[in-house]
Antibody, heavy 118, light 107 residues
C-alpha cells in the first residue's frame, strides 16, 4: 500500500536550518506531486509548498519563499524539505502529503516534530 | 490574503447528523477538499473535488457546495468521528489555503 515515512524529531537552535525527509513506498515517487504542510501547536494546517518529483519543479507559499527548499532523490524515492533561519515560531509538526488529483492531499506521512529552542 | 472560515466547534449526538461549513470568497469557483484529523494523528483525506469520496472513506461522509460555502456532512455520526476537520482550497495569489478548522464533539 502507499506509505510515506518521515524522518525523526529534531531539536534546533534559533538561526539554524533543518532538513526533513519523506520516503515514499507503494508507488513511484515521480508519478505524483508532493506537498509539505506544517501545524504549529494548537494551530491550523499550513501549506508550505510542493515539488514535482518528476522534473524538480517547485512552488512555495509566499510566507516561506526564500527560506524553504524542496528537493528530491528519485533513486531513493525520497522527498526533502529544508527550512532555514529557524525561529521559535517554526516549532511545529511538519507533514509530507502526496497529491491526490485533481485537488486533494493524501495519503499523509506520520509527521515530524521540529522544536526550535535556545 | 485568502481566508477560509469554519465554525470553531460542532457538537452532535451519536447517530445524528453533523454539518460543518467552510466559507470563502469565490469558493464556488474553486474546488474544496476536506480532511479529518484525530487527536495526535495525521490528517486523512475525506472529500475532494467538492463532493468526491476516496474509496476507503465511509459513505456517511459527504460534501457539497452552494454559492461560496462548502459543506461537509457526517450522517449517522459515530464516536470515532470525534476529531478536527479542515477544508482546503486553492487561490491564485496564496496557492493552497486551509480553513480555520472545526472540532467535532460527539456526546
Amino acid at each position: 500500500q502507499v506509505q510515506l515515512v518521515q524522518s525523526g524529531a529534531e531539536v534546533k537552535k534559533p538561526g539554524a536550518s533543518v532538513k526533513l525527509s519523506c520516503k515514499a513506498s507503494g508507488y513511484t515517487l515521480t508519478s505524483y506531486v508532493m506537498h509539505w504542510v506544517r501545524q504549529a501547536p494548537g494551530q491550523r494546517l499550513e501549506w508550505m509548498g510542493w515539488i514535482n518529483p518528476d522534473n524538480g519543479n517547485t512552488r512555495y507559499s509566499q510566507k516561506f519563499q526564500g527560506r524553504v527548499s524542496l528537493t528530491r532523490d528519485t533513486s531513493a524515492s525520497t522527498a526533502y524539505m529544508e527550512l532555514s533561519s529557524l525561529t521559535s515560531e517554526d516549532t511545529a509538526v511538519y507533514y509530507c502529503a502526496r497529491d491526490h488529483p485533481p485537488d486533494g492531499f493524501g495519503p499523509w506521512g506520520q509527521g515530524t516534530l521540529v522544536t526550535v529552542s535556545s | 490574503s485568502y481566508e477560509l472560515t469554519q465554525p470553531p466547534s460542532v457538537s452532535v449526538s451519536p447517530g445524528q447528523t453533523a454539518i460543518i461549513t467552510c466559507s470563502g470568497d469565490d469558493l464556488g469557483e474553486k474546488y474544496t477538499s476536506w480532511y479529518q484529523q484525530r487527536s495526535g494523528q495525521s490528517p486523512v483525506l475525506l472529500i475532494y473535488h467538492d463532493s468526491k469520496r476516496p474509496s476507503a472513506i465511509p459513505e456517511r461522509f459527504s460534501g457539497s457546495i452552494s454559492g461560496n460555502t462548502a459543506t461537509l456532512t457526517i450522517s449517522g455520526t459515530q464516536v470515532v468521528d470525534e476529531a478536527d476537520y479542515y477544508c482546503l482550497s486553492w487561490d491564485t495569489t496564496t496557492s493552497y489555503v486551509f480553513g480555520s478548522g472545526t472540532s467535532v464533539t460527539v456526546l
